[in-house]
């Protein structure tokens, strides 16, 4: 019974929300002080992580009642075509999350709230208007930096001082949604295989995000940079094999599926680099890489892409 509900959501994937969600936390704390804000309490944390888990599970959820009539041609074992999960019920789950994730955020903060109302918004947008357009992957981007912003903006009393952010978080924003746009744009043609162009088109826009991080690595003359340095080598490792697969066989489904869940799986070491770059304390942001372990669990279990 409730499996098909953990198949439509994709349950797996729900982790490097959470890890979205721990990231803007500590980076909003970070940067709080040189903007007239305080911390956010811990009771804020915990709202904040419920928050991005609804809005994660409810655009997974979502992304299936869009594309229903397309799994039923390409996906028909997929909750909703095969019947498992009614088309009722699913659109009852998604209205029920979203409500969960802004209750929790006006909790916490109403600053957060915003933002999370641009999420819900660009959730719908992508789904049922950019998803087929060249847009589709950056809408898909600015809707995982939204969720990141959102947590961010947790310990701010006005949305005027949250937009004050420094630059390098705004560049952390900017690199976790190119990131997530370069997954978006890699999953495409996840079902019959990508092409020797896009997968070319993916591996440049890849080396070009990597390449920004090691750049600035080189560049700060701080403690962070070894954490970006370290962060980036153990994330190029866990990549790597996928990558290979994705190089040599760009035409197999199978590994451009093992590359996009990789990547979404890996999520929390750009989460990481990003609390580095915004000079959070070095044990939070490492810690933060614990979410990678149970999202690649359950990944054996069930799909995340």
Same mark, same amino acid.
């Given at each position: 019974? $409730? ?11 729900? *982790?490097?929300?959470?890890?979205? &969600? ?19 309490? @811990?009771?804020?944390? %915990? ?8 809005? $994660?599970? &409810? ?8 594309? +229903? ?13 095969? #019947? ?8 009852? $789950?998604?209205?029920?999350? *979203? &409500? ?22 660009? %959730? ?29 903006? +947790? ?5 005027? =001082? ?8 705004? #560049?952390?924003? @900017?690199?976790?949604?190119?990131? @997530? ?42 403690? &962070? ?22 190089? !040599? ?5 199978? =590994? =451009? ?12 070491? =750009? ?16 810690? #933060? ?15 995340? !892409?």
């Amino acid at each position: 019974m $409730l499996k098909p509900y953990l198949q439509l959501v994709r349950i797996p994937a729900v *982790f490097s929300s959470l890890s979205n &969600a721990w990231a803007g936390w500590w980076i909003g704390g970070a940067v709080a002080l040189s903007v007239g804000a305080t911390r956010a309490p @811990v009771t804020s944390l %915990i709202l904040g992580l419920i928050a991005a888990a609804a809005y $994660l599970l &409810a655009g997974m959820a979502l992304n299936d009642i869009a594309d +229903l009539e397309v799994d039923r041609k390409e996906r028909p074992s997929r909750p909703l075509p095969a #019947g498992a999960v009614p088309v009722r019920s699913a659109w009852l $789950l998604v209205i029920g999350l *979203f &409500a969960l994730g802004l209750l929790c955020q006006s909790i916490a903060n109403p600053v957060s709230a915003v933002v999370g109302l641009l999420l819900v918004a660009a %959730i719908f947008l992508y789904n049922f208007v950019l998803k087929g357009t060249a847009l589709g992957p950056l809408s898909m981007g600015l809707c995982r930096a939204l969720n990141l912003a959102g947590a961010m903006a +947790l310990g701010f009393p006005s949305l005027k =001082t949250f937009l004050a952010l420094p630059v390098p978080v705004y #560049g952390a924003l @900017v690199s976790l949604g190119f990131y @997530v746009a370069l997954v978006t744009y890699l999953a495409r043609d996840e079902v019959t295989g990508n092409s020797v162009s896009r997968a070319r088109v993916f591996f440049m826009g890849f080396a070009a995000w990597f390449s920004a991080w090691a750049a600035f690595a080189a560049t700060s003359h701080s403690l &962070a940079s070894l954490g970006v340095v370290a962060v980036l080598v153990v994330h190029l490792f866990l990549m790597k094999d996928a990558l290979a697969g994705l190089r !040599t066989m760009p035409g197999s489904p199978a =590994t =451009t599926g093992k590359t996009v869940g990789g990547m979404l799986g890996s999520m929390p070491a =750009t989460d990481a680099l990003a609390m580095f770059a915004a000079g959070v304390f070095w044990p939070a942001a490492l810690a #933060g890489l614990v979410w990678m372990l149970p999202g690649k669990w359950l990944a054996r279990r069930f799909y995340s !892409t």
